[in-house]
C-alpha cells in the first residue's frame, strides 16, 4: 500500500520538484519506504512506498516506453487476480522486470486503455500519465477501499492526492467551509455525500469510477461499476455454497504477501471466518484484538452490545491456538489520539471509534506487521445491521443508523440555516443516492424497500467506515485487506432475495447475516457462528466521559474557539449541565452516543484549529 500526488498545470511548464516533494512529504506515512517523483513538462506525479510484494524491484512512479510512448504509474492498492492478468499480457507479447501487481496494472492500461479497470479485481486507485497524447487517467476501485481526491485551482492547475493533505500542500489550493460544507459536517457527518468532502471545492473520484483529465476538456468523469440489479434464481443451499467459495477464494487471494500477514480478531462471525480460513493457509498467524481498561468493570450490556469481545476472542485464541495479542487502551491515550486521527482523516470523523483503531493499528504496526485483514465490509452486504429488519429504522425519512435530525439541528446556530434547512439537506442526500437502485418486481415492496437500504448502507454506512480504516492504518504505515469487498461477493449477494438473506424461509424472526452463518457453521465454534452482531467496541468507562465534557467546556468557555461561531452554545451547555440525559437521539446511532457527540464537537474545533480553513457561509 502507497500513497501519491501529482498536479497538472493548465499553461506553464513545472521547473522545479518542490511543490511535489512537498505534497509526498505531507502522505509519506502512507509510504514510508521510498518517495520519488516525475516531472515532464507541465505534469508532476509523486509516490510514496509502503513496500509489500517485491521490496527491492516495485518503486514508482513506474514507467514505460512503449511503441514510441511513454506511460508512467502511480499507484496505491493490491491487486488478487495478478497471475492471471499478467499470463494474459505475456501471451500478448508484454516483458515484466518485477513480480509487482503495479507492472500489471500499467502493462493492462497500454493494452486495454480504460476496459482494463473492469478486468482488476482489487482495491487500488491509481493515476497513469500517457505523454504523448498528453493525459491524466484515473481510477479508484469498485467499492472505494482506496482513497483518491481532486481539486482545481483558481488558476486551472489540476491537483490529485491520495490524501487531502497532499491536495493542500500545493501552493494554490485554499482550505475553505462553505455553507455547503456546514452541512455536511453537521447534517450527514461523520459521513459525507459520495464525492464530496468537507472542504469547498475538495472531491473525491467515487468508488467506481475513472477519470480522464486532459488542458482542453479538464476532469470528465465515468462509472465503470456499480450494484446493478439482476435476477437470480438460485436456491438457497446454491446460495450457501457459493457463499462459501467467494468468500474462501477471496480471502485466500489476498494471503499473498511478501512480509508477515496479521489479522484483526474481534470474536465475532466475519473476523473469525477470515482468520480461520488465513490460518489454514498460514502455518504461523498472528491475530490481534482491541479492549478497553477496566472494560470488563465498566461494561453494561445493551441491545446493540449484548456481549464483550474478549470473551469470544479466547474461544477463537484457543480453537485456533494462535499467536494472540491484545491491546488494552487507557482512556487518557484514547482522547489524546482524538487529535491524530483527525490529521490521519483530514476532517472530523468517528471520535474515539477513530481514536481507537488508530491506537490499533499503531500497535500492530510495532509488532513488526505491515499487513492485516479485517472483517469489514461483511455486514453491509449480509444484512448484519438492525435497519436491514427493524421497521420504524427502514421507514424513517433520514438515514436508518442516525435518526439524529432534531439533534444535528439543534447543534447549529440557529441563524446560519434557514428553519428545516439541515434537515432537508439529510433527506435529499438520501433520496439522491436511492435515484440509482433499480428493481425488478415493483409490486414487491419487501424486496424493494431492502435493496434501497441495503445500496443506501453500502454508499454510506460503509464508506465512513472504510475510510476511517484505511486513514488510521495507513497513517500508521500499516495495510488493512477486507476481503469481504471483493466485487464478486457484493454483486452476487446483493441480487439474492432478502428474505433469504434474512433468513425467513426457515425463522419466523430475522437472522443478521443468516448465510454466511450457515455458510461456514461447520468450521467455526457455535458460539461464535450464532454470536450477535456486536459493534467495534468502545470504552464504557465514566473517566472517558469525563475527559471529553471537561474538554468541550473548556473550548465552549473560549472566546477565541472557531466552533463557537457555528454552534448553539446555549443548547451544548444545557446538554452538558445534564451529562446528556435530555438527548433522545445519538448522533450516529449506537456508535455515537452522548460521549462520542461530544467528542465529535472537539474534533471539529481541533480540524477548524489545524487546518485553519477560511469560513465562507
Same mark, same amino acid.
Given at each position: ?21 512537498? =505534497? ?86 497500454? /493494452? ?11 482495491? #487500488? ?26 481539486? #482545481? ?23 475553505? +467551509?462553505?455553507?455547503?460544507?456546514? =452541512? ?52 438457497? /443451499? ?20 511478501? +512480509? ?71 482512556? /487518557? ?13 483530514? =476532517? ?42 427493524? /421497521?420504524?429504522?427502514?421507514? !424513517? ?63 454510506? #454506512? ?9 486513514? =488510521?492504518?495507513?497513517? !500508521? ?89 457555528? +454552534? ?50
Amino acid at each position: 500500500m502507497c500513497g501519491f500526488c501529482g498536479y497538472v498545470n493548465k499553461e506553464k511548464n513545472i521547473k522545479t520538484d518542490e511543490i511535489i516533494l512537498q =505534497m509526498i512529504d505531507k502522505i509519506k506515512k502512507r509510504g514510508p519506504n521510498f518517495q520519488d517523483t516525475f516531472i515532464h513538462n507541465n505534469t508532476a506525479l509523486g509516490h510514496a512506498r509502503l513496500s509489500i510484494i517485491d521490496v527491492k524491484n516495485g518503486n514508482q512512479p513506474m514507467i514505460k516506453d512503449i511503441d514510441n510512448n511513454r506511460y508512467v504509474i502511480v499507484y496505491n492498492g493490491e491487486l488478487y487476480n495478478t497471475k492471471e492478468l499478467r499470463d494474459n499480457l505475456i501471451s500478448k507479447g508484454y516483458n515484466f522486470s518485477t513480480t509487482c501487481d503495479t507492472e500489471v496494472v500499467l502493462n493492462l492500461f497500454i /493494452e486495454y486503455d480504460k476496459d482494463s479497470v473492469n478486468m482488476l479485481n482489487g482495491i #487500488f486507485a491509481f493515476a497513469i500519465y500517457d505523454k504523448n497524447n498528453d493525459y491524466i487517467f484515473l481510477a479508484r476501485d469498485r467499492l472505494g477501499i482506496k482513497p483518491l481526491f481532486y481539486t #482545481f485551482s483558481k488558476n486551472g492547475t489540476f491537483v490529485f492526492s491520495s490524501e487531502i493533505k497532499g491536495l493542500l500542500e500545493h501552493p494554490e489550493i485554499e482550505a475553505i +467551509v462553505d455553507k455547503t460544507c456546514l =452541512m455536511e459536517i453537521f447534517g450527514v457527518g461523520p459521513s459525507h455525500s459520495p464525492g464530496r468532502t468537507f472542504f469547498k471545492d475538495i472531491f473525491e473520484i467515487e468508488p467506481g469510477f475513472i477519470g480522464i483529465y486532459t488542458k482542453q476538456n479538464g476532469l470528465l468523469k465515468d462509472r465503470y461499476w456499480d450494484l446493478i440489479t439482476k435476477e437470480c434464481n438460485d436456491t438457497q /443451499e446454491e446460495a450457501i455454497n457459493q457463499i462459501h467459495y467467494l468468500v474462501t477464494d477471496a480471502t485466500k487471494r489476498q494471503l499473498v504477501s511478501d +512480509v508477515g500477514i496479521s489479522s484483526m480478531l474481534s470474536g465475532g462471525l466475519d473476523s473469525s471466518i477470515l482468520t480461520k480460513i488465513a490460518h489454514d493457509n498460514i502455518n504461523d498467524i498472528t491475530t490481534f484484538s482491541i479492549d478497553f481498561k477496566d472494560n470488563d468493570k465498566n461494561f453494561t450490556a445493551n441491545s446493540y452490545q449484548m456481549t464483550k469481545d474478549s470473551d469470544y476472542v479466547k474461544i477463537m485464541k484457543n480453537y485456533l491456538n494462535t499467536n494472540h495479542k491484545t491491546i488494552k487502551i487507557d482512556n /487518557e491515550e484514547l482522547f489524546n489520539l482524538l487529535k491524530d486521527s483527525v490529521i490521519a482523516r483530514d =476532517m472530523p470523523g468517528m471520535a474515539d471509534i477513530d481514536s481507537s483503531m488508530f491506537a490499533f493499528c499503531k500497535y500492530i504496526n510495532e509488532n513488526n506487521f505491515k499487513v492485516c485483514l479485517s472483517g469489514e465490509c461483511s455486514d453491509e452486504i449480509f444484512g448484519g445491521y438492525p435497519w436491514f429488519y427493524k /421497521e420504524h429504522l427502514m421507514k !424513517n425519512k433520514g438515514f436508518p443508523w442516525a435518526l439524529s435530525e432534531n439533534l444535528r439541528s439543534s447543534l447549529l446556530k440557529p441563524e446560519l440555516l434557514k428553519t428545516n434547512e439541515l434537515k432537508e439537506y439529510i433527506y435529499l442526500s438520501k433520496e439522491k443516492t436511492l435515484k440509482n437502485v433499480e428493481v425488478l418486481d415493483k409490486n414487491d415492496i419487501y424486496e424493494n424497500r431492502y435493496k434501497k437500504i441495503n445500496y443506501l448502507t453500502v454508499k454510506w #454506512f460503509m464508506n465512513t467506515l472504510v475510510e476511517r480504516t484505511d486513514r =488510521m492504518s495507513m497513517s !500508521n504505515s500499516l495495510e488493512v485487506r477486507v476481503p469481504f469487498a471483493d466485487h464478486r461477493i457484493f454483486e452476487y449477494v446483493y441480487n439474492l432475495p432478502a428474505k433469504m438473506k434474512l433468513g425467513l424461509y426457515e425463522n419466523k424472526m430475522p437472522v443478521e447475516k443468516f448465510l454466511l452463518r450457515k455458510a461456514f457453521e461447520n468450521e467455526l465454534p457455535e458460539d461464535i457462528v450464532y454470536r450477535k452482531k456486536s459493534p467495534f467496541p468502545k470504552t464504557y468507562d465514566p473517566i472517558y466521559l469525563n475527559l471529553v465534557e471537561n474538554k468541550i467546556k473548556e473550548i465552549i468557555n473560549n472566546k477565541h474557539s472557531k466552533i463557537c461561531e457555528l +454552534v448553539n452554545i446555549d443548547f451544548i451547555k444545557e446538554m452538558l449541565n445534564i451529562h446528556g440525559e435530555n438527548l433522545t437521539e445519538n448522533l450516529f446511532g449506537q456508535l455515537m452516543t452522548y460521549p462520542q457527540t461530544l467528542a465529535y464537537l472537539i474534533q471539529i474545533e481541533m480540524w477548524l484549529d489545524i487546518y485553519n480553513p477560511k469560513i465562507d457561509i
